[in-house]
């Protein structure tokens, strides 16, 4: 099975900043990967799909790139409501694999 | 409205069984592989299994042989059949709609979840 790694496991950060959180898998999965949101007692959210391309209806300052092995989620400008674990999902083949989660909390 | 809802969640001792549902209901459910994912309480997020629309299974080493997923496309549902439950599957278990276009595969909807409890 894939494994997926994500760095950091949490952060801290503050409303308006710069957010990168990176995901990596254990052998290459082309642009199979998306990025889904969760906040405490609710199911997840997806993001970002194929990679890099935006969910209908999720803000613009979510952005997602990578290929291959390695991936990046980032919020270009935080707002209160992204404060969430943010978790990666390879859906290259099966069995599919999230990653462990990051953990963004405010400053 | 698009929405998928799990029930048949409970309390039920290690080595029993349990059947979960999920009623779709908004959009052609015939149409989409669905999938099931769990989360043990503080934990991550664990892909549990999937089913295309041909009916075909998929299972991750940890559940394979014990659980079973099966769709009804008559009555818009979902299932997953628990066996030879365990204290480790313990968990809140999501079903999921799986989306796909010319980009790329992702889950786009998913249910509220249902909780499972495996003690004695």
């Known amino acids: 099975a894939i494994q997926m790694t994500q760095s950091p496991s949490s952060l801290s950060a503050s409303v308006g900043d710069r957010v990168t959180i990176t995901c990596r898998a254990s052998?290459?999965?082309?642009?199979?990967l998306g990025w889904y949101q969760q906040k405490p007692g609710k199911a997840p959210k997806l993001l970002i799909y194929a990679a890099s391309s935006l969910q209908s209806g999720v803000p613009s300052r979510f952005s997602g790139s990578g290929s291959g092995t390695d991936f990046t989620l980032t919020i270009s400008s935080l707002q209160p409501e992204d404060f969430a674990t943010y978790y990666c999902?390879?859906?290259?083949?099966?069995?599919?694999?999230f990653g462990p989660g990051t953990k963004v909390d405010i400053k | 409205e698009v929405q998928l809802v799990e029930s048949g969640g409970g309390l039920v001792q290690p080595g029993g069984s349990l059947r979960l549902s999920c009623a779709a209901s908004g959009f052609t459910f015939s149409s989409y592989d669905m999938h099931w994912v769990r989360q043990a309480t503080g934990k991550g997020l664990e892909w549990v299994s999937a089913i295309g629309t041909a009916g075909d299974p998929y299972y991750p080493g940890s559940v394979k042989g014990r659980f079973t997923i099966s769709r009804e496309n008559a009555k818009n549902s979902l299932y997953l059949q628990m066996n030879s439950l365990r204290a480790g599957d313990t968990a809140v278990y999501y079903c999921?709609?799986?989306?796909?276009?010319?980009?790329?595969?992702?889950?786009?909807?998913w249910g509220q979840g249902t909780m499972v409890t495996v003690s004695s």
């Open positions: 999902l390879q859906d290259y083949n099966y069995p599919f694999t």
């Open positions: 052998q290459g999965i082309r642009n199979d």
């Open positions: 999921a709609r799986a989306y796909y276009d010319s980009s790329g595969y992702a889950f786009d909807i």
